[in-house]
């Protein structure tokens, strides 16, 4: 099974960034008990950002872009980084956990339909297929967890709209990352959207509360480093990665990977039950990935 996920190499850095995202849940959970939201996600994203210029900077890749391309990046930075982010956070809170797993989900589907009418891309039947399989695998897991609630109840209708809302506009982000990315680096791309896209976080984080926290133990300064290194920077720049060279719809369906990592992780980290429907489920989300590399 592993040989098969594995069998391009350009698939390294979709699972990559797929696993650094699932790690990133666990990561983000634990510490957002500790952090106000506004505080945590502007410093994730202008560390994050930070780092990306430094390393620009050590490898004297030069930051200039084509004019022409200025407002495709600026919406890369507002839609992956700035509105993404948003929307993501206000809707969990006003839906269930479960929900919204299931919705943002749903962003392999508006993918293959953007990438048909944007750039035009042929997308099979059977790839349509395996990504049905692979989503009924997450409905497995989400909607069969212990405690799950999926009613779609009136009190619920604007956080799941909202993430609906966020998994349209995660898809749309990564059809429009992919002609950029024939001309600049991932890491370039990525510095310049995220430092664009704080031009909607930063107002946002100020407008939402103080940006002060209380004291903080050791453990949430090294879960931060986690989180803005490898589950931001890093995940980032993989996820261009792979756009860049397998393209939007393949590389969106490792996706799916995400939410299958977080559950066995926060099974390991977090003492989260896992039954016969979450295992079944994880089981499902793999083979239909794996089963859409085959038939492509």
């Known amino acids: 099974m592993y040989k098969t996920i594995m069998k ?32 945590f996600m502007l410093t994730r994203f202008v560390t994050a950002t930070g ?9 004297g890749e030069s930051l200039k872009i084509f004019r022409e391309d200025l407002a495709r990046v600026l919406l890369l930075g507002v839609l992956g980084v700035g ?10 809170h006003k839906t269930t ?32 297929a395996f990504t049905v399989l692979a989503f009924f695998g997450i409905f497995l897991m989400v909607g069969k967890a212990p405690g799950a609630n999926l009613s779609f109840h009136s009190q619920y209708f604007v956080g799941n709209m909202l993430l609906l809302a966020g998994a349209l ?4 982000y990564t059809t429009c990352a992919k002609p950029l990315l024939e001309r600049y680096s991932p890491v370039k791309l990525n510095a310049l959207s995220m430092a664009l896209g704080l031009i909607v976080l930063i107002p ?24 803005i290194v490898f589950g931001t920077a890093a995940a980032y720049v993989c996820w261009y990665a792979g756009v860049q060279k397998t393209g939007p719809v393949k590389v969106i369906l490792f996706h799916y990977i995400v939410p299958v990592s977080s559950m066995v992780l926060g099974a390991l980290f977090l003492k989260e039950p896992i039954g016969l429907a ?17 038939a492509d």
Not at 51 to 59: E, H, K, R, S
Not at 85 to 92: F, L, Q
């Open 8 to 39: 391009e190499k350009n698939d390294y850095y979709s699972v990559a960034a797929a696993l650094l995202w699932g790690i990133n849940y666990v990561a983000v959970k634990s510490v957002l008990k500790e952090l106000p939201e506004n505080v």
């Open 51 to 59: 780092l990306l210029f430094l390393y620009l900077a050590a490898t």
């Open 83 to 92: 509105l993404y982010n948003i929307i993501w956070t206000v809707g969990i």
């Open 97 to 128: 956990a479960s929900n919204a797993a299931l919705i943002i989900s749903s962003s392999p589907f508006f993918a293959q339909l953007y990438s048909q009418i944007i750039i035009g891309q042929r997308i099979s039947v059977k790839q349509w």
């Open 169 to 172: 506009v995660f898809a749309l």
């Open 204 to 227: 946002y984080c100020i407008s939402t509360g103080p940006l002060t926290i209380d004291s903080i133990s050791w453990t949430v300064y090294a879960r931060m480093l986690y989180i």
């Open 278 to 294: 979450q295992i079944l489920g994880g089981v499902l989300v793999l083979g239909g990935v794996i089963a859409a590399k085959i």
